[in-house]
């Protein structure tokens, strides 16, 4: 079992920035992958960026390239999303997903545990 915990949401200005933090614990795996995904009002839950535990693989959705970088410290066994130039768009709840198996991946259905969100809301 793996459990995830999301910080570091709020509300923001446009052009701001936040980062978030997904705090990992129980089972471990070296071969594991990050992700962080978000779910606007209506809308489906989309992936946002995703990385290997290392961080050797590294994948962002085209919406946040550029804005957005996804990290890992082994140590505190925390993934990082630090968010700048934030938009109005950008206003989600934002979800932290752990995939078992090696292989950075943007399928919703491919990460096995989630954590409970944290809401970001970016005001114009």
């Known amino acids: 079992q793996v459990e995830l915990v999301e910080s570091g949401g709020g509300l923001v200005q446009t052009g701001g920035s936040l980062r978030l933090s997904c705090a990992a614990s129980g089972r471990a795996f070296s071969s594991r992958t990050m992700g962080w995904f978000r779910q606007a009002p209506g809308k489906e839950r989309e992936f946002v960026a995703a990385t290997s535990w290392s961080g050797a693989s590294t994948l962002y959705a085209d919406s946040v390239k550029g804005r957005f970088t996804i990290s890992t410290d082994n140590v505190k066994d925390t993934v990082y999303l630090q968010m700048n130039s934030l938009k109005p768009e950008d206003t989600a709840r934002y979800y932290c997903?752990?995939?078992?198996?090696?292989?950075?991946?943007?399928?919703?259905?491919?990460?096995?545990?989630w954590g409970q969100g944290t809401q970001v809301t970016v005001s114009s």
């Open positions: 997903a752990a995939r078992l198996t090696a292989g950075v991946r943007t399928e919703r259905s491919a990460y096995h545990y």
